[in-house]
């Protein structure tokens, strides 16, 4: 089962599958034909965190600089500078069932490395697998736009009228006021399908 993660989402990955053990995480890109002519060296890393909110020890964040938890529960697959090549670029595989006691959650983040002396953004992406069913022209065009407060709700917005969905569920709904897609949030949802309503 794929799940595609938005910038700051959450999500529970037991919720649904209390038995889950397993998960690979794939980052892919492409980057834009019309760039400065530097490869795009995007990296993905992983935060393993503990009670305290934060990671409390060098060996629980894995990058392309320490590809292996001493546990064996994080394993990063290594650095791909370029985006080459079909598919996920990068991986980090885990396991749930090495996971330390002391590790609360872990957090996935995305960054472009040496970003500011190319002079490189994720504008500069023009395919994002996250969002891969909406057409590079789209994704450009968002990033041009101000008729959202951001990029991603623009995107979202740009993703539910192509595929013609009739809501968009957020916990924002106020940063979808000017969007023709319906939002609402999560328990409104539920609320709408338990009563029959949807």
């Excluded at 038995?19 to 980057?31: N, S, V």
Aim: aromatic fraction near 8%; hydrophobic fraction near 35%; glycine fraction near 8%.
């Amino acid at each position: 089962m794929a799940i595609q993660l938005k910038k700051g989402q959450k999500i529970d990955l037991t919720k649904g599958n209390p038995g889950l053990k397993h998960i690979r995480l794939g980052l892919g890109w492409d980057t834009n034909m019309f760039d400065g002519g530097d490869d795009f060296d995007l990296d993905v890393s992983l935060f393993m965190v503990g009670k305290s909110g934060k990671v409390e020890q060098d060996e629980d964040f894995i990058f392309y600089n320490n590809l292996k938890h001493p546990s064996e529960a994080v394993e990063h697959l290594g650095d791909n500078r370029t985006g080459d090549g079909d598919g996920d670029d990068e991986e980090i595989l885990v396991d749930f069932s090495k996971m330390p006691d002391r590790i609360e959650k872990i957090a996935v983040t995305v960054t472009i490395y040496e970003a500011k002396e190319r002079r490189q953004n994720l504008r500069d992406i023009c395919e994002i697998f996250s969002v891969a069913s909406v057409p590079k022209n789209e994704i450009i065009d968002a990033i041009n736009r101000d008729f959202f407060r951001d990029f991603e709700d623009c995107l979202q917005d740009k993703c539910a009228k192509e595929i013609g969905a009739d809501y968009i569920i957020t916990c924002n709904t106020k940063d979808f006021e000017n969007s023709e897609v319906h939002a609402m949030n999560p328990k409104e949802f539920m609320d709408k399908i338990v009563g029959g309503t949807i």
